[in-house]
């Protein structure tokens, strides 16, 4: 069955010639003309990738793709847009986007990223989305994790990356691996993205930060999440 990819733009001329684009490529693609219409369509229809513009009349895209991630709608999402600063960028990728294209951009590149993300989303739904870690229970599809009677909130990118470390769990993963199977290739090109998220996650799931028990460096080689 082809994937389905639901295109949220309200640039009439732009929104058709990526229909019969995707379609040419063999999806099965939903389009939508503004962000309420696309929201609800996204929630009806759960797609396997929504495509949004940022830029739009009325709810924007930012809005549609924090709407849906506060439903629950893990759905991978890429951004069209003309802001190119990498500020709107960032913004885009921790409001929970997947990627991020500037207009105006080629089919070719297009296809080429959308396939990449929906290969890495089929991996995705691998990981386990309830796992232990000693004492500490995660759930990752809701950004939660407790200890005891503490309930631990955790951020979508804090979620992803434990559920890569426990997929693995006692095995080294290097931060390459983890920069391309948490956030995309190119979404965030250095490895500091990588330390400062395991920075963040000691400072809410182990007992003493300075002295990690669960989230361990290996030095040199990257990360690996163990039992205490």
Not at 90 to 111: H, N, Q
Not at 131 to 150: H, N, P
Not at 165 to 172: F, T, Y
Request: glycine content about 8%; charged content about 30%; hydrophobic content about 40%.
């Amino acid at each position: 069955m082809p994937s389905t990819i639901l295109v949220v733009e309200d640039e009439a001329d732009l929104l058709r010639g990526l229909r019969d684009n995707l379609a040419y490529e063999g999806y099965r693609v939903l389009t939508a003309g503004d962000g309420e219409k696309g929201l609800a369509l996204a929630i009806k229809e759960r797609p396997d990738l929504v495509i949004l513009d940022w830029m739009m009349p009325g709810m924007d895209g930012l809005t549609v793709c924090r709407e849906l991630r506060a439903r629950g709608h893990m759905v991978p999402v890429v951004f069209l847009t003309a802001r190119g600063q990498e500020v709107d960028r960032v913004l885009g990728l921790e409001m929970g986007a997947d990627d991020y294209i500037t207009k105006p951009f080629s089919i070719r590149e297009l296809a080429a990223r959308l396939k990449a993300i929906l290969r890495r989303a089929a991996g995705m739904a691998a990981r386990p989305e309830k796992f232990t870690i000693g004492d500490l229970e995660v759930d990752a599809s809701s950004f939660k994790a407790r200890r005891g009677k503490k309930s631990i909130d955790l951020g979508r990118y804090e979620a992803e990356l434990l559920r890569v470390l426990a997929q693995r769990k006692g095995q080294v993963v290097s931060r390459s691996d983890i920069l391309n199977e948490v956030w995309g290739v190119d979404a965030y090109p250095t490895d500091r993205t990588v330390d400062n998220y395991i920075v963040k996650l000691r400072q809410k799931i182990e007992r003493d930060p300075k002295k990690p028990r669960m989230l361990l460096t290996v030095h040199g080689a990257g990360y690996k999440l163990v039992d205490p």
